[in-house]
């Protein structure tokens, strides 16, 4: 079992940033890549960002490249998403995600273990 604790989430004016955490406990932190999403209201759960275990792999969506960068700290048990340049179209729960898997998945469903997520509004 892996649990997950994101943070860092808040109110911000368009064009601001925020650095969402997102903590890891249990299992191997390692042996996981793992993923950002967010879920709008009314929306369905699309993929943000994906790093791999040993962060040599980097997978963005099309509307964060640019924008959001995804890095972790294996010694801290942590992944980060680096948002900047915040648009209000980017307002979300977001969440990160563990998966056990080698293969550079974007569907939700592939992932394993899921944070309770943490709120992102960008007001413009």
């Known amino acids: 079992q892996v649990h997950l604790a994101e943070s860092g989430g808040g109110l911000v004016q368009a064009g601001g940033s925020l650095r969402l955490s997102c903590a890891a406990s249990g299992r191997t932190f390692s042996n996981y890549a793992m993923g950002w999403f967010r879920q709008a209201p009314g929306k369905e759960r699309e993929f943000v960002a994906r790093?791999?275990?040993?962060?040599?792999?980097?997978l963005y969506a099309d509307t964060a490249k640019g924008r959001f960068t995804i890095s972790r700290d294996n010694a801290k048990n942590t992944v980060y998403l680096q948002m900047n340049s915040l648009k209000p179209e980017d307002t979300a729960v977001y969440y990160c995600a563990a998966d056990g898997g080698i293969l550079p998945v974007t569907t939700p469903h592939r992932y394993e273990y899921w944070g309770q997520g943490t709120q992102v509004t960008v007001s413009s």
């Open positions: 790093i791999s275990r040993s962060a040599s792999s980097l």
